[in-house]
Every structure is written in C-alpha cells, then in structure tokens.
C-alpha cells in the first residue's frame, strides 16, 4: 500500500521559551506517497502539550509526553487507535517523575517505554529516566525504574545541570543511551527483564557540544547524535556486544556564519543507511549528509531550506520516498521527496497545516 499514517504532536499550553501554542495536542493523518492526498483521521486536545510521541509498529498504540512549564512533573499518555474507524482513544496517563519530559522510546521487543527527562529547576522526583511497562491494552503500568544524572557541562546558560534530552535503545536485547545536552556525555544503561537499569559508563561529548538527538545506522555498529548546542553532528562506533562507543568523527551541520545563531534539533538516517539528516533551527535548513558505510565519516552534501521556520523535528516514510520537516514557528509540516541516490531534498509544495508543530511520526498503513 502507498499509503502511511502520520501522527503529529502539537504545542497547545504556552510556554516561556517556546514562541507561541497554537496547536492542538495530537493529530493522525493519512498520507499518501503516490498521490501525495493528505487526510485528517483524528485529533484530540486532551493531552497537554505532546512536545514528544513514540508510536508502536504496528500503529495501534500512541505514547505522548506532556511538557508543561512550571510542572513538578509531566506526564506520559497512552492512546488507543483504531485502524478500521480512524479514532484515538484514551487509555491512561503516568507521572514522569520529572519536569520537561522531552522524549520516549518504545523499545524493540514492545515490552517497555523508556521517558526522558530534560529537567528545569530543583524539586520534585527529579528523576532524569524512567522505564514503564505495558498492560494487554497498551496502558501504561506506573513506573518500573528511574535514575538520576547530576553534572554540568560549560555553557552556564544552558549547561548548568543536567539535562537528559533523549534515552535510545541502540541494541537489541537492552542496552539504552541517554543524551545529556548539560552534562555533554552518553550514558549507556542495561535494560534488565525487570525494568531495572543497570549503569554501563558514559561517552564524552566535545564540551559544550549538547548532544540533544541520536540515530543507529541500520548495520548496528555505527551511532550519531546531533549536538543543539554548538551545532554539530558526531559518529561514533558501536560496538554490538557491550555497547562501548567511541567517537570518531564531528562535523559543523550548519556554515560557520550561521553557528552563532543556531541549534540543531533532530537527526535521521535513509533506510539503506547512506545519508543523514539534520534540522537546524535559526538557519532553518535540513543538513544533508553522506555516511562512509566502514568509517562512519560524514561529507556535508548541502543545505535544504525546511521550508518554514524552526524544523523541531523530521520524520522519514518507511520506503525512504519522503522526508517530512515539522516547522515549529510556521505552523506547517513540510513534505520533501527524497532521491535515493544522491540523498537530494525537493520540496513537494505540499504541506500539513497544523499550530506549532512539535513532533511527527510516521507508519506503515
């Protein structure tokens, strides 16, 4: 079938460092990688800013966290949807045990949800991970486990504790990496049957590189995170068995008159693992790069305008056909058509309007 579903979270309670909510929590689409048709299926706005989804293969299941500023806590909700009738459905909500709850995970094998924290401020749990588990339904159980990181990094602006922004399983079977942007270090846990996370060691970052994103290469032995903070793209290698990293290469992903006024937000990888993809907020671009399959070495192959302001996060089509770019600041949701060959972006002209939009996830239909 050419057609996929599209899940969108966005922003719907303000917030002082965000500019503006005009969203409405979450939406599903269908899209259509022929014709390039754009359905609206469902939406809800009874979850409070869904900044973050995970989706379940099988597009059945919705994981949505809520950043709510000043929140002791936020929360991660768990929908329903029906395939047959289009319809979202609520099935329950979680405490994070920790405030700014920036990204999850579901990991590989279905059993568990794995949330990050970013943190702000002190009090409360102020846990920085935490693993849920699931009930038949989909529902969350509370939580399982959590850890808390501690450390700075040497922006005092944006570095001054930690900040776990994204948590990762990189391999099969359970070892998960966290991304701390304040701390500019990976932390890389076992994920016992339990729920329990077992500490494994860390990977230094470049100081002040604020690793905020990553993406596997599909060989398994490659890892690469987007850094927000100094506007960079790192690879490192993987080893399959213990999960040890090592860095190997850091490339700027934007040009150097526009680091200043930059920071980068997600990052993707083509199905066939040639190319990467980068959004850059401030340049408002989506960085391509090639991938040296044995190295891990990136070449910059250019800059394509996102199409709108503030590309919050990206999103790939199963097939590779399709790149989308969730602008943030122009209420809209870009579609590029991407070339196999040359990793090359074509703005479509066709765009998903939507209020701030903060996060899109796409599935097979």
Known sequence: ???????????????????????????????????????????????????FLSVSADGRRVYANSEVFAWREGTVTAYGFDRD????????KQPTLGSITAHNFITRDGSKLLVANYGMGQGGPDRSVVVYGFGEDGSLTPPLASVTHKGTGPNATRQERSHAHSVTEI??????VVADLGTDRLVSYRINADG??????ETALPPGAGPRHVALHPNGTLLFVMNELDSTVAS??????????????VKPAVPSEAREHNHCADIQISPDGRFLYGSNRGHDSIAVFSINQETGGLTNEGYIPCGGATPRNLALTPTGKYVFSANQNADSISIFRRDAQTGGLADTGRLIEIGTPMCVKIVSS
């Open 1 to 51: 079938m050419s057609e996929v579903l599209v899940f969108v979270g966005s922003l719907n309670r303000e917030a002082p460092y965000f500019q503006g909510a005009r969203g409405v929590g979450l939406s599903v689409y269908a899209f259509d990688e022929d014709t390039l048709e754009i359905r609206k299926l469902a939406e809800t706005d009874e979850v409070d800013n869904p900044t």
């Open 85 to 92: 009738t289009g319809a979202l459905s609520y099935l329950n």
């Open 171 to 176: 391999i099969d079977g359970g070892i998960a």
């Open 196 to 201: 329990s996370l077992q500490y494994l060691g």
């Open 236 to 249: 490192l290698s993987l080893d399959g068995g213990t999960g040890t990293l090592a860095l190997m290469d």
